[in-house]
């Protein structure tokens, strides 16, 4: 297995890692112990610096597949479109439209303002897009620890 492979698994890894630990274990965690408007702004903190680090490993795990899936391509005549070229770049999709589209627009229904979706809904779509995030990562981690 060539070091390329070991680190897209690893990258991958830490990835589903992070949030599991950032959506099951911190932002529940920091609703059990503080008053809920901190909580609520140390959830934003971490959930952006989560985004951050998630565009960082979207990133690098699709330049490693596509050059996985260029060679696969030269070699037998395969695809330069894999499964897991796709769930990066859904994961990619997520974040940029959870952090860059709907948490501007919870922080501006928070403050009364903005428009027709309530904080309670798009806190939702926030959530659910989240949640389908760490699945399609999961699911990332779990296709490359299993290739050869």
Do not use: C, D, N
Not at 66 to 82: E, F, N
Not at 102 to 121: C, R
């Amino acid at each position: 297995m060539s070091f390329s492979s070991r680190l897209q698994q690893l990258l991958a890894a830490m990835w589903a890692g992070m949030l599991l630990a950032v959506g099951g274990v911190a932002a529940p965690s920091l609703f059990a112990v503080l008053e809920r408007s901190l909580a609520g702004q140390a959830a934003g903190r971490i959930f952006a610096m989560e985004a951050y680090i998630s565009l960082v490993m979207a990133m690098a795990l699709f330049f490693f597949e596509r050059q996985r899936t260029r060679q696969a391509a030269l070699q037998a005549g395969q695809s330069l479109m894999s499964a897991e070229l796709m769930l990066v770049m859904g994961a990619l999709f997520a974040t940029v439209l959870g952090h860059f589209a709907l948490s501007p627009m919870i922080v501006a229904a928070k403050a009364g303002q903005g428009g027709s979706l309530s904080f309670g809904t798009l806190h939702a779509m926030s959530s659910s897009l989240f949640l389908f995030k760490g699945v399609l990562v999961l699911a990332l981690a779990w296709r490359l620890t299993g290739r050869r």
